[in-house]
């Protein structure tokens, strides 16, 4: 009787073990989950300045998934999804994420990494140059001068930056240019101008004029507006990894953060921005109801407006901001 008991037991064990692992693939339903649709780097990573060779690093940078289903999810982005070629300097330089799920893939670039060479150096090909250390005096300015060959005057202008006396081109004065405002940070030297300046002649002494806004970082520039209007950066600053840059487009005041343009209405052009803590300060001047009449000085605290002026009708043009303590 105990026997039979055991035996009874072990095969009642062995069918529900067949039961369970036991059965045919093909039954079983197929799978339908949720599937990747995109990428996209919802925050940019702290570094976007390499030397040549330098391996791309990701610290700060935040990619998002979303699915088909609706839903989102950060991805842990590793070094080997990352496509990053610093083998030479430039500016304007993109990385690629690649990220696959469910045998789908999809991609994502991160934009406006600039690439210098070793040191910091950049357009000359003098790293000590760029290279700024404890002491040195960096003046931004523009060499203008004329080719007179019989009875035709050709003017020539460089965009120009002096490193304790010595100076270097930041142009190669295929066109006219100038630069108006410098700025050194974290090893890095920051300078805005202009290039490309085309005038046209309109009559009766007028003319119209188109220029290119340039930022150059460490010498290696970088295109802020296209060269198809009046264009013109005017003023540089760095707070901590953000670069602001004021000057007009087209008669119209700009404040460029990161690269981004954002504007200021109803100005006519701003002349130097100063960022203390988390506010934001530029001037210029603004129009009194045309586009060549007579500026009045303004001050814009984040974005708010502030008069200079005492009287409308006198002219009067803000040039340049510094904030000490509370005091603007």
């Known amino acids: ?64 998934a979303t699915y088909s289903d609706g839903t989102t999810e950060t991805v842990t982005v590793t070094s080997g999804m990352i496509a990053f070629n610093s083998s030479a300097a430039g500016a304007n330089i993109s990385a690629t994420i690649t990220f696959t799920y469910k045998d789908k893939t999809v991609t994502a670039n991160i934009t406006g990494i600039t690439v210098t060479t070793s040191g910091g150096g950049g357009g000359s090909g003098d790293d000590d140059f760029w290279n700024p250390q404890k002491g040195d005096v960096y003046v931004a300015g523009t060499n203008e001068y004329t080719l007179v060959s019989g009875t035709t005057y050709t003017d020539k202008s ?60 460490n010498g290696v520039t970088q295109n802020y507006t296209d060269g198809t209007t009046d264009a013109e950066a005017r003023s540089v600053f760095v707070s901590g990894n953000d670069v602001y840059v004021a000057g007009y487009v087209h008669g119209q005041a700009r404040l460029w953060k990161n690269g981004e343009q954002q504007y200021i209405p109803g100005s006519d052009a701003a002349s130097s921005v100063f960022v203390s803590g988390s506010d934001v300060y530029v001037v210029g001047s603004i129009g009194t109801g045309t586009y060549y009449s007579t500026p009045n000085a303004r001050l814009w605290k984040n974005g708010e407006q502030q008069s200079l002026s005492i009287r409308s009708f006198f002219s009067s043009i803000a040039c340049s901001v510094f904030v000490s303590g509370n005091d603007v």
């Open 1 to 64: 009787m105990r026997e039979t008991l055991q035996i009874t037991m072990l095969t009642a064990i062995f069918a529900i073990a067949m039961f369970s692992c036991g059965g045919d693939d093909e039954d079983k339903p197929a799978e339908t989950g949720k599937t990747i649709v995109s990428i996209a780097v919802t925050k940019q990573p702290t570094k976007k300045t390499y030397n040549v060779g330098e391996a791309f690093d990701s610290v700060g940078m935040i990619v998002t």
């Open 158 to 217: 460089y965009a120009r930056v002096w490193k304790n006396g010595e100076s270097k081109n930041l142009t190669d004065g295929t066109g006219i240019a100038g630069a108006y405002s410098v700025f050194v940070a974290s090893g890095n030297v920051y300078v805005v101008g202009y290039d490309n300046e085309v005038r046209i002649n309109t009559g009766s002494g007028g003319y119209s004029r188109t220029a290119t806004v340039k930022v150059w970082k």
